[in-house]
Nanobody, 125 residues
Framework: QVQLVESGGGEVQPGDSLRLSCAVSERTFSPYFMGWFRQAPGKEREFVST????????WYSDSVTGRFRISRDNAANTIHLQMNTLKPEDTDVYYCATPRRQIWRIKDVREYDYWGQGTQVTVSS
């Protein structure tokens, strides 16, 4: 069973930065994509960013484009999400996810099969 382990959440002030990390526990698992989603209480989980493991292509939601940057460390089977210029509306639980097969609707939460436990990000003054 593939497990995803997230780290790096916390509480910061508006304008600050945070870096989230997500490691795949199963060394023999080769991801097609790995991504980040976020969810606020009572709301649906929404796409944040995804990276292709094969060619490094990246995708971002409109709300984080220009502020967040996703990267991968293939050797360590780990991805990172560098979040800059954080805003109060970025406050959410952030989840790392990966599909077990090739997918095409890469921003669709239903395409992802394995999920981390979530890490809380709070942006507040």
């Amino acid at each position: 069973q593939v497990q995803l382990v997230e780290s790096g959440g916390g509480e910061v002030q508006p304008g600050d930065s945070l870096r989230l990390s997500c490691a795949v526990s199963e060394r023999t698992f080769s991801p097609y994509f790995m991504g980040w989603f976020r969810q606020a209480p009572g709301k649906e989980r929404e796409f944040v960013s995804t990276i292709s493991y094969s060619n490094g292509n990246t995708w971002y939601s409109d709300s984080v484009t220009g502020r967040f940057r996703i990267s991968r460390d293939n050797a360590a089977n780990t991805i990172h999400l560098q979040m800059n210029t954080l805003k109060p509306e970025d406050t959410d639980v952030y989840y790392c996810a990966t599909p077990r097969r090739q997918i095409w609707r890469i921003k669709d939460v239903r395409e992802y099969d394995y999920w981390g436990q979530g890490t809380q990000v709070t942006v507040s003054s």
